[in-house]
């Protein structure tokens, strides 16, 4: 039987990083897929990746494999408050980057890391357990191999969920990410230049040069710098009344809501919808084992921190390993917790940031909103804040 280092179980972008990232140690990977998806449900997902990220899927050979449809830089970020009540404006340029995060294609992102995987010496696609000194878990916030190590996952969920969809416009988005924080939703149009979910699951061709207005569908056609991708988090009971409507009705609440600030919004795939949670693993490590992305750590998607705290995690621990002395192995339960303690602070931290950013921004009190929106434009004015705030996101 063939002796592996690690067990890397779950298949999605952070499960197949973690899994190249220590091959390229030269370590024995197995790696144990969990369920597809189903056919018929396109990915409408769309991730910011800010500079870590992109740094890691540099050297994993996967981003420069990206075609340049499947990833947009963001330039520029305009966050508004209550009613124009007050705004912030982050630029790639004033902070010294060149830029703030890249808007990637999630459907083509999983596609080029598993084809470099299948390149990849060191890893063998497992389908039942294997023995491993070391198993990093991977595989997101319902783990079931988390919950029978007896893990507490201590959630709190928040009654909203978020809307997923990709967008065309009539305005060129000149590479600014806009947002809208207004009780009790957050509402956010990334500049993304990919065609339809259903194009960029096949082969990736150069975008399309012809924009199809509303209710386009699938096979609605973008033209390089008039697409978005949208997430809007709302109540429960306000979002599944959006996606109730028919897509017009739908595009015209979204007018309502940017009040065109972005130009005719038109819906060019299907909706999507999840339930939004903030959870932490009541711990990440133990003899023989690890947690990494969302079987670890949930955040809600307001910062577009997510995958990249995920990331950063596996960034970490192939760090981590690398750095062992020789006669450790790789589930040494000591070298685990420097893993741990290397990612408390950070995880914490984003947590609790997006946390406290949904709940001023969700609270009615008029004293509040007043207060929240005097600290954006206060913010807005305070170039070395905003140099931090902007540290903190390029950095996870």
């Known amino acids: 039987m063939k002796r592996y280092d690690v067990l ?3 298949s999605g972008i952070v499960g197949h990083s973690l899994a190249l990232a220590l091959a390229r140690l030269g370590l024995q990977v197995a790696l144990q897929a969990d369920s597809k998806r189903p056919e018929g449900h396109p990915d409408v997902r769309a991730y910011a990746l800010n500079a870590t990220s992109v740094s890691l899927l540099q050297s994993l050979k996967v981003w420069d494999a990206l075609p340049p449809h499947a990833a947009t830089p963001v ?5 508004e408050g209550d009613a124009g009540g007050g705004s912030i404006d982050f630029s790639a340029w004033e902070q010294k980057v ?3 995060a890249w808007i990637v294609d999630a459907a083509v992102l999983e596609r080029e890391l598993a084809s470099a995987l299948r390149f990849a010496p060191h890893v063998s696609v497992v389908a039942g357990d294997v023995q491993a000194p070391l198993t990093a878990l991977c595989e997101g916030k319902s783990s079931a191999a988390r919950d029978a190590l007896g893990i507490r996952f201590e959630r709190q969920d928040y009654g909203h969920r978020a809307i997923a969809a990709r967008l065309t416009t009539s305005r060129d988005h000149r590479n600014i990410a806009r947002q809208w924080f207004r009780s009790p939703d957050v509402l956010a149009l990334l500049p993304f230049d990919t065609p339809s979910p259903q194009a960029s699951q096949g082969n990736a061709g150069p975008p399309q040069v012809s924009l199809t207005p509303a209710g386009g569908g699938l096979g609605a056609a973008q033209t390089w710098g008039h697409g978005y991708a949208l997430v809007w988090s709302l109540p429960d009971d306000r979002a599944r009344a959006l996606l109730a409507l028919d897509d017009r009705a739908f595009e015209q609440a979204l007018m309502d809501a940017t009040g065109g600030a972005a130009g005719d919004l038109a819906l060019a795939s299907p909706r999507a919808d999840w339930p939004l949670m903030q959870a932490r693993a009541s711990a990440v490590s133990g003899p ?8 670890a750590h949930v955040v809600h998607p307001l910062a577009g921190q997510g995958l990249n705290l995920g990331l950063a995690d596996v960034v970490t621990l192939a760090k981590v390993i690398a750095q062992r002395e020789p006669w450790r192995e790789p589930g040494d339960e000591k070298l685990l917790r420097r893993y741990a303690r290397e990612r408390l602070a950070p995880t914490w931290a984003m947590g609790q940031l997006t946390d406290g950013l949904l709940q001023l921004f969700a609270h009615p009190a008029p004293a509040v909103r007043e207060l929240r929106n005097r600290g954006l434009t206060l913010v807005n004015h305070l170039p070395l804040v905003k140099r931090w705030l902007t540290a903190r996101a390029l950095d996870s």
Do not use: K, Q
């Open 288 to 295: 023989g084992w690890v947690l990494l992305g969302d079987a």
């Open 75 to 79: 330039h520029d970020m305009h966050i």
């Open 98 to 100: 060149g830029e703030l």
């Open 8 to 10: 890397v179980r779950g």
